[in-house]
């Protein structure tokens, strides 16, 4: 038999899919699953992206692109830039992805070389430190706490950067808290003077605040974006990254000899996205508005801790260190007993355990219904 590598041996699994796929165990068996673990939007992609891609389809846009992405996408993600944030960016600083996880490992690929080091904040999304590691490069975690909204400090970076760092990485609006970064905290991050790579997939879902683009304070970053989230469009598989020029011609030999091309129907797909779906975004936002003022309250009436309520993305992480000592555990014994998935804060890093994340990816009817099951579950433990 061949020989696994250490690094396919030592990649953990992604704990949210074990729930996920426990869930659809139980539900071969019959059983009704409420959905609160996985952050994927349950709208259908808006009509006049699915008729771009027909359009696409029609006119025989089926071939390799660019490896960089089509001229019209990528000028469009420019404009898009512009008109939200006021920041000009050169369409040649843009490579289209096929989704931001092929974004992330591309700029790590051509960022980080063995033994180097990069910050990131305890809790974060699972990948940010498996990709790291996967590169040979080492996470640098820094702590941060729940009643400061989980949220990165400039002089907690400083404290962690040492010779072999390369960069720091953030997301606001955040995964698994749902929190956002203040101009302030960001503008003090760049001002450290250390290549950020900033995470903005969540953009477009903000309620009741503005979220700030990391380009608005320092031309020294990278940043990931797509359309899985804001578009409903998870399976179209489409991303983009706006680099430093120095960096755009290794990305693009990465690109060309891990991916080739983003999808051709899916870029023309997100042309009409940018520039045709503003009142889809708008409709399934406030959607997601009501779910989430609902859930914060429910949660907390059923005694959860939540010190700082999310204004992002789709998700609310809870404080349950009152019920479990291990959120691994806990989820599981939820999903078995109650028939609810949530997600265990361990997954998430060492500072989330104890903690439960929800997801409001899911109708206002289900969530009622998972919330109440919860519910009940608590007055029998």
Known sequence: MSRITKRGKEIPSFIVMDVLERAHELEKQG??????????????????????????????????????????????????????????VDPSQIVVTSGTSPALFMIFASLLEQDDEIIMADPHYPC??????????????????????????ARDI????????????????????GNLLSEKRMRNIADLGIPVISDEIYHGLVYGQRE??????????????????????????????????????????????????????????????????????????????????????????????LSVEPRGAFYILVNAKHLSSSSYELAFDILEKAGVGVTPGIDFGRNAEGYLRFSYANSLDNIKEGLNRLEAYLNKS
């Open 128 to 153: 940010y430190p498996n990709f790291a590691r996967f590169m040979g490069a080492r996470p640098i975690f820094v702590d941060t706490s729940e009643e400061d909204g989980f949220q990165l400090k």
């Open 31 to 88: 059983r009704n699953i409420i959905h609160l673990e996985i952050g994927e939007p349950d709208f259908k992609t808006p009509r006049c992206i699915c008729d771009a891609a027909q359009e696409a389809m029609d006119k025989g846009e089926t071939h390799y692109t660019h490896s960089l992405g089509i001229t019209e996408l990528r000028e469009a993600i420019s404009e898009h830039y512009d008109k939200k944030y006021g920041i000009s």
């Open 212 to 305: 700030r683009s990391i380009l608005e304070f320092t031309e020294n970053a990278f940043v990931l974006n797509g359309f899985s989230k804001i578009y409903a469009m998870t399976g179209w598989r489409l991303g983009y990254i706006i680099a430093p020029r120095d960096f755009m011609h290794p990305l693009q030999k990465v690109h060309q000899n891990f991916f080739i091309s983003a999808s051709s129907i899916s870029q023309w797909a997100g042309v009409a996205a940018l520039k045709n779906a503003e009142s889809d975004v708008e409709k399934m936002k406030e959607t997601y508005d009501k779910r989430r003022r609902y859930m914060t309250g429910r949660l907390k009436d059923l005694g959860f801790g």
């Open 158 to 177: 400083k404290a962690k950067v040492g010779p072999k760092t390369r960069a720091v990485l953030i997301n606001s609006p955040a995964n698994p808290t």
